[in-house]
């Protein structure tokens, strides 16, 4: 196998590495941000539950922008097709996200009247952003209107309107928010305390059993639902363009084929499930350091499913299957891939540790008086 076919299924995995951790860690801050105004009955319980995150999110960020640029840098037909194809959705995602930093400022300067008004804006930043996470996995499932012309001029053929609204897209939009939720009560329980760790208890075990159940109906959605798969052979090391004549066709139950040609795969969608299951069983038991692990594997498999079913496709094509950009068509060059995995082979080890020590030094449970006490919290 040659170096670059090589590098383009490092990046792949990697891809899905970061897409995992953005999930975890910045579905934990989101799911805090949704659960803030039901775990917190008054201003000093939700000071707690933001104080809980505030050491931590504007660092999470990280992992939101290392999975955008490696899109850019990796996949750059990707990344310039699907920020093209969902322009509209990633205004609204954007402008979801601003609303957060500017909430965290805001309430703990405005008066009572304001700080309920940033409290609904916590749980639109928080809740808005999972939903379009888990909306464009459904999307890119299904498949994605758009076509190029032979001068490689980008064309898009539906609507946003049809991938917000989209019955699939928004039961893995709901996916991604439950998971986000359990991860964010799960949190909330290591360092909060009563009433709320009562309250996000209940929250994060409801967001793991939604999630298990609606990942279940997404197998069997999935396995009866049009997937995409080459029709002739095809060079893995082909030019980088989606006009480089691939031949591609729909069948029905496709995207299991993977699973039936490498039965070890069937090892991701389990991994999801224990790790949902889990996640509600170790909060049941009051256990949460271990709920929470089980959360980012929640993550890791539902993410890594996803992957396992659509390789080596990205973001197929609905209007012309032909042109479906997959890890073959849409990478960078041999020599970016490379000096791109030697950066990230050494900042990656160092942004986890850096984030584990973080965790380490804020460790400890928040509590009411806490921040009533100290001029520099939330």
Not at 261 to 282: D, R
Not at 334 to 359: D, H, Q, R
Request: net charge neutral; hydrophobic share 55%.
């Amino acid at each position: 196998m040659e170096m670059y076919v090589v590098l383009k299924v490092i990046w792949a995995v990697l891809l899905g590495v970061l897409l995992s951790g953005l999930g975890t860690m910045v579905g934990m801050d989101m799911g805090v941000g949704t659960l803030l105004r039901f775990v917190g009955k008054n201003d000093g319980e939700r000071r707690v539950a933001l104080n809980i995150i505030g050491p931590h999110w504007d660092g999470n960020q990280v992992w939101f922008i290392l999975g955008g640029g490696a899109i850019f840098a990796a996949f750059p037909t990707l990344y310039a097709t699907s920020f093209s194809v969902f322009y509209v959705v990633m205004i609204l995602l954007l402008f979801s996200m601003i609303m957060r930093p500017v909430a965290f400022e805001y309430r703990s300067k405005a008066g009572s009247t304001w700080r309920a008004t940033w409290d609904w804006a916590f749980l639109i930043s928080g809740a808005v952003p999972m939903i379009v996470y888990g909306a464009a996995f459904g999307n890119v499932l299904e498949g994605v209107g758009f076509h190029f012309s032979w001068t490689g001029q980008y064309f898009q053929d539906e609507s946003f309107l049809g991938y917000l609204l989209n019955p699939f897209a928004v039961m893995c939009g709901v996916v991604s928010l439950s998971l986000s939720i359990a991860q964010g009560g799960t949190m909330l329980m290591l360092r909060g305390e009563e009433p709320i760790f009562g309250r996000a208890r209940v929250a994060a075990m409801g967001g793991a059993l939604v999630a298990a159940v609606l990942f279940a109906v997404g197998g069997v959605w999935v396995a009866h639902m049009n997937g995409f798969v080459f029709t002739a052979p095809v060079d893995p090391n082909m030019p980088a363009t989606p006009l480089a004549g691939q031949t591609v066709g729909l069948a029905p139950g496709a995207w299991l084929n993977n699973f039936h040609a490498y039965p070890l795969l069937w090892a991701l969608p389990a991994i999801g499930f224990v790790g949902m299951l889990g996640n509600a069983l170790f909060n049941a038991a009051r256990v949460p350091v271990v709920a929470w692990w089980c959360g980012a594997l929640a993550w890791i498999g539902a993410i890594f499913t996803t992957g396992a079913a659509m390789f080596p496709f990205l973001m197929p094509s609905s209007s012309d299957p032909n042109v479906s950009l997959t890890v073959w068509n849409a990478t960078g060059s041999e020599y970016n891939l490379g000096w791109m995995l030697v950066f990230a082979l050494v900042f990656t080890p160092i942004i986890i540790a850096y984030t584990s020590w973080c965790f380490y030094v804020m460790r400890g449970k928040v509590k009411v008086s806490d921040v009533a006490n100290d001029s520099h919290s939330y």
